[in-house]
């Protein structure tokens, strides 16, 4: 069985990014899936109620801003995709071991993980577990920002989801950064 890992949130100015790992059953309907930037938020939130509702096992991780300005984004991404493998493990135990064959992460890099992982670029768009693992990040991420706008107002976080629109560089010349910040990001424009 293929565990699928990518990532949503690599490229805002705020808030955490999220990872999940994702494992498929052989029948899972693949023609709901989809690169989650691409799929329209009603999609997406399809997509997301049917694999919770039938993946044998998935997994969420999170990296906070803090430890993105600590060690980078990328690093930050990889250790969230350690922890979406923690979190199928403790939900799932028998996948900690013979049952989760190997991993496909999408990009150039892999997680420390106790299972072999190939990187591929575009598997987002290629491998279905990849992709739902994509859209189950996406969906997290958006809702975890839905609730930060409502603790910090005034930022559009509902909006633009923490990305380096317009709004958000103007929210941060009018208020300064919020606790969510990442402080490491330069913020041009402002």
């Not at 059953?25 to 899936?33: A, N, R, S, T």
Request: charged share 25%.
């Amino acid at each position: 069985m293929i565990c699928g890992f990518d990532e949503a949130g690599r490229g805002p100015l705020a808030g955490p990014v999220c990872a999940a790992a994702v494992i498929l059953p052989p029948d899972f309907p693949v023609e709901i899936l989809g690169d989650s930037k691409k799929l329209s938020p009603k999609k997406r939130e399809e997509a997301r109620r049917l694999i919770l509702k039938r993946a044998p096992a998935w997994g969420i991780g999170w990296a906070s801003a803090a430890e993105i300005d600590c060690i980078n984004i990328l690093r930050s991404s990889l250790l969230a995709m350690e922890r979406a493998w923690e979190d199928l493990v403790l939900q799932f135990p028998r996948f900690a071991g013979p049952e989760a064959e190997f991993g496909v992460v999408d990009g150039l890099y892999t997680p420390r993980l106790p299972i072999p992982v190939l990187a591929l670029v575009k598997a987002d768009a290629s491998v279905p577990a990849v992709m739902a693992a994509s859209i189950l990040a996406k969906t997290q991420r958006d809702r975890i920002m839905e609730l930060y706008a409502c603790l910090y107002p005034g930022y559009g976080y509902e909006s633009h989801k923490g990305y380096p629109t317009k709004a958000h560089r103007d929210a941060l010349i009018r208020h300064g950064p919020s606790p969510i910040q990442r402080h490491s990001f330069a913020v041009k424009g402002t």
